[in-house]
């Protein structure tokens, strides 16, 4: 073991688990890319400010799960917990806005920080795939954005997840809400900072994860009953439009979300086999978030869904990704000439398209071979003195076990062919 470990909270993404996580990736970016939404990247930092204005002063994720730092320079910077508000901050700037094409569709994926209490699914650096369509309000988009996580992870294999979906309100009736929670909240028996948050943001209370918090929260003024007309019938279009496309939900009127910036619709990814961390990625509409970070009106929905927790989900549901083996074609060369040889038939087969790889190291055929058989690759080509002095490879097919030997010259053409 060496001197150094991955820090508290983190872990190092080795093969072949490695491989599961970019075909995460992969899986949840395709619906996107194919349904119009730009890549976008911003930094791995930005002005600590955005967040606390973006994600909200009173959040756990500001107040106590963000990674601040000062610069030599003097700036106050913080690793980015989150990505919707570097996204709308980037296309601010950009001026996506205005070129002309509303919504702005993005989607983004990357490495976020969050000082976190770690445990099984929570970590201080974890990983999202995140989507965003910037200055639209239509119910279509909300239930096209929800239709498109439910593809991703279906696409995946996974079956046992949950979609909770809930309204947020508006800044016409939420207020009014506000008031009716903050007049019940106040009357309840809760500790210090929980009654610091009735003041500042009582809807999140309704999250608070305690049994005991939550066992007085029945009978709370419920969201529902205090939806304006317009949010109502915008939040019944979003309903049936996902009932429309065979997309499943539940009502859970408790769904807040930990961050501030949400209205309207708000829904969060729920996996069975997670135990507690149970949400494997949530979103939401944000119309308000460009003016709290000083842009014009821009309605907003989005979600992030979290690969790490997306992997941990495959694994509980004991679902086996399909992936392509790395090498199709592993040589083995026995001998100095036949080293020369078949790195350049190896450099060929890969300029034309082909995944091989090489016994390296001067192995004997014994090793080198168990080599091949880890590799996964489907054909070995081998060849020593003797088959060089004759002007040919020794070409075994690895799930048949048959071997033939092909003129040196045509071994390319050959495994082409013969992997199609
Ligand atoms: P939780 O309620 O579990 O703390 P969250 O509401 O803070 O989640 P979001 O900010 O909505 O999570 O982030 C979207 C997704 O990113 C989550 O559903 C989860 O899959 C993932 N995620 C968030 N925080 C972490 C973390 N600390 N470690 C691993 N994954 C995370
Ligand atoms: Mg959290």
């Given at each position: 073991m060496s001197t150094f470990q991955?820090?508290?909270?983190?872990?190092d993404l080795t093969p072949p688990r490695s491989a599961t996580f970019l075909a995460v990736r992969e899986a949840i970016s395709a619906p996107l890319r194919d349904s119009g939404y730009g890549y976008i990247e911003t930094p791995g930092f930005e002005n600590v400010e955005l967040f606390a204005r973006g994600v909200g002063e009173s959040t756990d994720i500001v107040t106590k799960e963000m990674y601040t730092l000062t610069t030599k320079g003097g700036d106050q910077l913080a690793l980015r917990p989150e990505g919707t508000a570097s996204v709308l901050r980037a296309a601010l700037e950009g001026n996506l806005h205005?070129?002309?094409?509303?919504?702005?569709k993005l989607w983004y994926s990357g490495s976020y920080y969050r000082y976190e209490r770690p445990q099984a699914g929570r970590y201080r650096h974890f990983s999202q795939v995140g989507a965003e369509a910037i200055g639209t309000e239509d119910p279509v988009l909300d239930a096209e954005l929800i239709i498109l996580a439910d593809q991703a992870y279906r696409s995946l294999g996974l079956?046992?997840?949950?979609?909770l979906l809930n309204s947020l309100g508006d800044k016409e009736c939420r207020p009014a809400y506000r008031e009716a929670l903050?007049?019940?909240?106040?009357?309840?028996?809760?500790?210090?900072?929980?009654?610091?948050?009735?003041?500042?943001?009582p809807l999140r209370v309704l999250d608070d994860?305690?049994?005991?918090?939550?066992k007085q929260l029945t009978g709370a003024p419920k969201l529902?009953?205090?939806?304006?007309?317009?949010?109502?019938?915008?939040?019944?279009?979003?309903?049936?439009?996902?009932?429309?496309?065979?997309?499943a939900f539940e009502d859970d009127e408790k769904l807040v979300r930990g961050l501030d910036y949400y209205t309207r619709t708000t829904f969060e990814f729920v996996h069975h086999g997670l135990g507690s961390q149970s949400a494997v990625g949530g979103g939401g509409r944000y119309d308000g978030l460009s003016e709290m970070i000083g842009g014009p009106a821009?309605?907003?929905v989005g979600w992030a869904l979290g690969v790490d927790r997306t992997v941990l989900a495959l694994e509980a549901e004991g679902v086996e990704l399909d992936l392509p083996a790395p090498t199709s074609v592993y040589a083995v060369p026995l001998g100095e000439e036949a080293r020369r040889v078949l790195f350049g038939v190896v450099t060929e087969l890969r300029r034309a398209g082909v995944a091989a790889d090489f016994a390296f190291g001067g192995r004997g055929l014994?090793?080198?071979m168990k080599s091949a058989n880890r590799s996964g690759a489907r054909y070995t080509l081998v060849a020593g003195e003797r088959d060089l002095a004759e002007g040919v490879v020794q070409l075994k097919d690895m799930e048949s076990g048959e071997q033939s030997a092909v003129p040196l010259a045509e071994a390319v053409a050959e495994l082409t062919k013969r992997l199609g």
């Open positions: 991955a820090p508290k909270g983190t872990y205005k070129a002309g094409n509303l919504p702005v079956r046992q997840f949950r979609i903050q007049t019940f909240l106040r009357d309840l028996d809760l500790d210090e900072e929980t009654r610091r948050r009735i003041e500042i943001n994860k305690r049994a005991d918090v939550q529902r009953d205090h939806l304006c007309d317009a949010c109502k019938t915008y939040h019944e279009e979003v309903r049936a439009l996902l009932t429309a496309a065979g997309v821009l309605p907003s014994k090793g080198a």
